[in-house]
């Protein structure tokens, strides 16, 4: 006698908020009424409020069909999203892929107390697992229980236990915060800034010309000008808006950087340690008068770039004085042990550089550490550029035809995608390649001692690359011999 075919399991789903729709017809709300204002106050509809009517009923039809089929839900190692109105989608994401976790809030999301949950995907793209909107305290609860679901599935994955991972509650435990954007130094760092430096000469060399010749008139062509530079201010301004970073811990250890900003857009983001590449320190010139600095992070799989006068992803502190922002860098380099970069000696290339870079050879420095890479550039906006050695993909020498000429050489360190590009530009030939032999020893020592703590494994980890020339190698400078005995008598035995 046959059994009866079990019934399918239904998992228990969540929707969206029901003002979902509302949220995301706002922009077209306010066309209609703005086309439509005049009639509709003389009590009549013409042909062209009647088609923004017809359009607004179709778009908030398929506006509702699209929640009404949005479904979500977690399982015991992924999250589940069901939606599609014409063709259905199924994502599934695996819990243990989720690098981070951010919560938007649009302005209008604001408004209505949602937010956007937006999950950063190993593999995936920017907006991979994004729910948008929830309420706001939803949104908070849901992103702790992913991550909480997310440690304990790779805790037992370490452990290759059996059985379904146990499931710890949300903490709700307090992020301090470590920095925080003051408002005035804010202001002052924009009216400093190269690019409004720049856009205030030009506009007065304009203005000065146009006066001259007696073209006053050609200044109205330049106002919508300043205006659009004005607004791109000023979106900047509010982005930047109540900058705050709080440190994260999980399991009784720092993990995360919490950075929150926006004055109508609220922005939530999380800087995962594990996934840190390097980091850059940027000195603009009448910043660094102040004693000023800005701080930006790679970060692996991450490569937005802000528009519109955003800030990008990458940008961990805007301004900040230069103490505050190299105590960030230090925590963004825990996964590296915290290391301080001012304890890395930085050599300047040789004299005879000069006839290569005539302005940039003065500026250029760049060291080895025990547990760094520090490389230093820029003649007007100086910029720092740091890399732990266990980030490391490949070294590259390379070699233009005057550089030859002059027994120079670049040695070029790879790292993944990001702001943050390590280069010892124009240095001693027989220096460059001893740096290159030096930096593969260190680079497979730090990732072997990674591998003797038990420690995360890097994302950039796997066969180092060396390009170099197949000529042979003169014996290295004194300098790098003694830096390579240096690491090797701090070695772990």
């Not at 004055?263 to 009448?286: H, K």
């Not at 250029?364 to 732990?388: M, N």
């Not at 070294?395 to 070029?412: E, K, S, T, V």
């Not at 124009?426 to 420690?455: F, P, Y």
């Amino acid at each position: 006698m046959s059994s009866a075919p079990e019934p399918p399991v239904r998992h228990p789903y969540r929707r969206l908020s029901p003002l979902t729709p509302l949220v995301r017809s706002a922009i077209l709300l306010v066309a209609v009424f703005a086309s439509t204002w005049d009639d509709l106050l003389r009590g009549r509809l013409g042909p062209l409020a009647w088609v923004f009517l017809v359009i607004l009923v179709a778009g908030g039809a398929y506006g509702f069909t699209s929640w009404l089929r949005t479904k979500y839900w977690i399982e015991s190692d992924e999250l589940r999203v069901d939606t599609g109105v014409v063709s259905r989608q199924s994502r599934r994401i695996r819990v243990d892929r989720i690098q981070g976790i951010d919560i938007v809030q649009p302005f209008v999301a604001r408004l209505f107390g949602l937010a956007e949950l937006r999950l950063d995907v190993a593999g995936g793209g920017p907006h991979e697992g994004s729910l948008a909107f929830l309420p706001l305290k939803h949104a908070q609860a849901l992103r702790e229980t992913l991550l909480s679901r997310r440690d304990a599935v790779r805790e037992e994955q370490d452990s290759d236990g059996a059985g379904p991972p146990p499931v710890p509650a949300p903490t709700a435990a307090a992020e301090p915060t470590i920095a925080k954007l003051d408002l005035r130094m804010l202001l002052v760092s924009l009216l400093l800034a190269p690019e409004t430096v720049l856009f205030v000469v030009a506009a007065l060399v304009l203005g000065v010309v146009f006066v001259v010749f007696g073209q006053v008139s050609g200044i109205a062509g330049v106002v919508p000008v300043v205006v659009g530079f004005a607004l791109t201010q000023f979106r900047k301004l509010s982005a930047y808006y109540d900058f705050t970073v709080s440190a994260s811990s999980r399991a009784g250890a720092p993990s995360a950087l919490q950075v929150r900003r926006g004055l109508f857009e609220l922005n939530a983001q999380t800087v995962n340690l594990a996934r840190v590449q390097g980091v850059v320190v940027t000195e603009p010139f009448l910043w660094r008068r102040l004693g000023w600095s800005r701080l930006d992070v790679s970060i692996a799989g991450r490569m937005e770039h802000g528009d519109n006068g955003k800030p990008s992803a990458s940008t961990v502190m805007p301004v900040a004085p230069h103490a505050v922002v190299l105590a960030l860098a230090r925590t963004l380099l825990t996964d590296a042990g915290g290391p301080d970069p001012r304890l890395v000696h930085l050599s300047s290339p040789p004299d005879r550089a000069r006839w290569v870079a005539p302005l940039r050879w003065r500026y250029l420095a760049f060291g080895v550490g025990q547990d760094l890479l520090v490389g230093r550039d820029g003649v007007l906006t100086r910029r720092t550029h740091i890399v732990p050695h266990a980030r490391v993909q490949s070294l590259r020498i390379h070699q233009r035809p005057l550089q030859r000429l002059l027994g120079l050489a670049d040695l070029l360190v790879d790292s993944p995608p990001g702001p943050v590009k390590v280069r010892a530009r124009h240095r001693d030939a027989q220096e460059a390649r001893a740096l290159l032999d030096l930096q593969a020893t260190l680079v497979r020592r730090a990732r072997a001692a990674r591998d003797r703590s038990g420690g995360p494994t890097p994302v950039s980890s796997g066969q180092l690359r060396v390009v170099t020339t197949h000529q042979k190698s003169p014996s290295p400078p004194a300098a790098v011999s003694s830096a390579a005995s240096a690491a090797d008598e701090s070695r772990p035995r």
